[in-house]
């Protein structure tokens, strides 16, 4: 039976309707009428502190989102209006726009949900200019609404943080998962890239059309978000700007709203024949923005490269600044993986070189990055090292990826000759890549090299933040290089 609406007359309030609920919590929203002003509609939270099951945490969250609210002056978060108590509860009134919530089942296309992107991003500069910085801390599709000009409205302060805000015990963790940044999750330093997480998951939800109660089914083991497989009809550059935006380590997403918001509106989101080159970090102090897109997009062509330009040249130590995440690149998309699998069973130490020259790759970054493989798997590393040398700066990450995902194999399978010069290969053109550092470490222990070992998986543990089969067994070989315990025996892979 449906409890009946209580009654505000008393307060100048004229309920509407219920328009969601928590009853368990004792924590209900009510959409109502302004007696003194008959034109104006309020929304009207109440906590309620007789329900047996109310938590005392939800009366907190309306005091904590009253606080921020007094304080936010923005068209596109509602603002706080009035307060009062009543024999049951305690209410708070809010501005009412008339929006629904993106939970609700709807459909976008791109360029609206780059639209709403925008929109979203929009207040999180406001939020991240404020003094202090201000956390949001649940962006999820409950919490925002929509009009149908595709704006964005944020509400739902209740769990918001200023930046070095010192928080209770019982509310360290607190969010929604599949939502949540990492750092959230365990429990770590909130930055300005926190809520740029949950922001990316939400757009995630609107491209893949997947129900906000569903994403979790996009997460695998390592709490990652597993999503392109899904996305169809966009720019590569928007599949990676929101594998940026999702990074599980902070240093690898966009620094703040700022930054993403610019490196989103300059993306054509419904141009498919661009083909997404790299997101660059530019070595710099933190007062530069961390990204900045060079060369975004190579639209209609290949960037074609020099007769002779994989064989020559002297490569030289270098300070990568490449450390954003690349993702896997469908076959589908890859030109040279047709050539790669017919000289595959000539990439051994005897015939790679001259299997190569009779048979030169396609000239374009992705055929560099398979030439490359190709001596990789024959242990000619500087061969591999020269061939990604030549390429443009931006380009050398994405093709060194050809390399991982060609030579991840031979580390899963124990080759600890030949996967860790690979390895180590891969991270000097992709410092970020945490697998690499775990392959590397693993097989510099296997083979003796104790110092390059710690370093690297010292380096896994800081980047790779999740709990898990990979983390315990780097523990384990650090702890038996603590106790001297050098035998080259590490666990197997999770």
Not at 199 to 204: E, P, Q, R, S, V
Not at 326 to 338: C, D, H, L, S, V
Request: with cysteine; aromatic share 10%; hydrophobic share 40%.
């Amino acid at each position: 039976m449906r409890v009946p609406d209580p009654d505000f007359t008393n307060y100048h309030y004229q309920i509407h309707r219920e328009l969601g609920c928590n009853r368990e919590g004792g924590r209900i929203s009510y959409l109502a009428q302004r007696l003194d002003r008959p034109n104006e509609l309020v929304v009207i939270k109440q906590f309620r502190f007789v329900q047996t099951d109310a938590n005392w945490q939800g009366f907190k969250a309306y005091e904590r989102e009253i606080q921020f609210l007094k304080e936010l002056d923005h068209p596109r978060i509602p603002r706080y209006l009035d307060s009062f108590e009543t024999v049951d509860g305690f209410c708070m009134v809010q501005e009412y726009k008339a929006a629904p919530t993106l939970s609700d089942r709807r459909t976008f296309t791109p360029i609206e949900i780059k639209t709403i992107a925008l929109s979203l991003l929009e207040i999180l500069v406001f939020l991240q200019q404020h003094v202090p910085p201000i956390f949001h801390r649940d962006l999820k599709p409950e919490n925002i609404l929509v009009d149908e000009h595709h704006q964005a409205y944020l509400i739902d302060f209740g769990l918001a943080r200023i930046d070095r805000q010192e928080v209770a015990i019982s509310s360290m963790v607190a969010g929604t998962p599949g939502f949540m940044a990492p750092e959230e999750l365990f429990n770590r330093p909130l930055t300005k890239a926190s809520d740029l997480y949950s922001l990316g998951a939400t757009i995630i939800c609107l491209i893949t059309n997947t129900r906000s109660t569903d994403i979790n089914n996009l997460l695998d083991d390592h709490y990652q978000l597993k999503f392109a497989h899904l996305v169809t009809g966009v720019n590569p550059l928007f599949t990676r700007w929101l594998q940026t935006a999702i990074a599980p380590n902070p240093r690898d997403r966009f620094p703040d709203a700022q930054t993403a918001k610019q490196q989103l509106a300059s993306i054509d989101i419904e141009n498919t024949d661009c083909v997404a080159i790299e997101l660059v970090k530019p070595a710099s102090t933190s007062l530069t923005p961390l990204f900045v897109m060079l060369g975004m997009t190579i639209c209609g062509a290949a960037l074609l490269v020099g007769s002779g330009l994989l064989f020559t040249g002297n490569p030289t130590p270098i300070v990568n600044t490449i450390d954003t995440p690349i993702p896997r690149m469908p076959a589908e998309t890859t030109t040279g993986n047709g050539w790669f699998d017919r000289i595959k069973p000539r990439c051994n130490a005897v015939e790679a070189v001259t299997a190569i020259n009779a048979n030169p790759p396609p000239a374009d970054w992705q055929g560099v990055g398979y030439a490359a493989a190709c001596y990789a798997l024959a242990g000619k590393i500087d061969a591999a090292d020269r061939a990604i040398w030549q390429l443009e700066p931006q380009l050398r990450a994405q093709a060194v990826n050809i390399v991982f995902e060609i030579g991840h194999p031979v580390a899963d399978a124990g080759d600890d000759r030949s996967a860790g010069p690979i390895m180590e290969l891969v991270l000097k053109y992709w410092p970020q890549n945490y697998m690499a550092m775990y392959h590397a470490g693993m097989s510099a222990y296997a083979l003796g090299d104790i110092p390059l070992s710690q370093r690297r998986l010292t380096d896994f543990l800081n980047t790779y933040q999740a709990v898990d089969g990979w983390t315990n067994n780097a523990r384990t070989v650090l702890a038996k290089i603590d106790r001297g315990t050098i035998d080259g025996s590490y666990p197997k892979d999770p």
